[in-house]
T-cell receptor, first 113, second 113 residues
Framework: AQTVTQSQPEMSVQEAETVTLSCTYD???????LFWYKQPPSRQMILVIR??????QNATENRFSVNFQKAAKSFSLKISDSQLGDAAMYFC??????????FGQGTRLTINP | EAQVTQNPRYLITVTGKKLTVTCSQN?????MSWYRQDPGLGLRQIYY???????DKGDVPEGYKVSRKEKRNFPLILESPSPNQTSLYFC????????????FGPGTRLLVL
């Protein structure tokens, strides 16, 4: 069965510094997609970044980038120049087939001013 | 504004009292899904629907029912709620293509006493 593991329940970082959130997944599929969602205190699920497994190039969105290592089944999220508004729960998610989405346990990120 | 709406946002009920959480989307999406979020477990899929009148079980369907009579609506029904269904519930939708991003509603916090 496909599983997603986020081994860091909590992380903290100083404002303006860089932080990396870890995610690993288990799959036998060759064609799949990976996502990072942000959940601020409002509880809204907000898409941060998306990666297609068949693309070698790591996805980036402004201060957010991923390190996708397909052979290692690893999909970490790097947040550069951390801001107070980045404080949230972050979920890694894996999708295969037609919309089957599996989430990790989440990592709570705290930004220290 | 394109969005997924859920009602109610907060609900306190008692064991055994039937309840319905509504979900509606205005994006003409074919795919809709329900998730529950519990601490340390991330989001888990309850039920999903690929189109009108087409629904199927997710990973944790026990104690829940759904229906999809109209494309825009996908209500979640708890016919006899129990305390272990206390959770944060999310509805999501998409056009249903492989790898497509799912858009989430604001969440419904349910407490079953």
């Amino acid at each position: 069965a496909q599983t997603v593991t986020q081994s860091q329940p909590e992380m903290s970082v100083q404002e303006a510094e860089t932080v990396t959130l870890s995610c690993t997944y288990d799959t036998s599929e060759s064609d799949y997609y990976l996502f990072w969602y942000k959940q601020p205190p409002s509880r809204q699920m907000i898409l941060v970044i998306r990666q297609e497994a068949y693309k070698q190039q790591n996805a980036t969105e402004n201060r957010f980038s991923v390190n996708f290592q397909k052979a290692a089944k690893s999909f970490s999220l790097k947040i550069s120049d951390s801001q107070l508004g980045d404080a949230a729960m972050y979920f890694c998610a894996y999708m295969w087939g037609a919309q089957k989405l599996v989430f990790g346990q989440g990592t709570r990120l705290t930004i220290n001013p | 504004e394109a969005q997924v709406t859920q009602n109610p946002r907060y609900l306190i009920t008692v064991t055994g009292k039937k309840l319905t959480v509504t979900c509606s989307q205005n994006m003409n999406h074919e795919y809709m899904s329900w998730y529950r979020q519990d601490p340390g477990l991330g989001l888990r899929q309850i039920y999903y629907s690929m189109n009108v009148e087409v629904t199927d079980k997710g990973d944790v369907p026990e104690g829940y029912k759904v229906s999809r009579k109209e494309k825009r609506n996908f209500p979640l029904i708890l016919e006899s709620p129990s305390p272990n269904q206390t959770s944060l519930y999310f509805c999501a939708s998409s056009f249903g293509q492989a790898g497509e991003t799912q858009y989430f509603g604001p969440g419904t916090r349910l407490l079953v006493l």
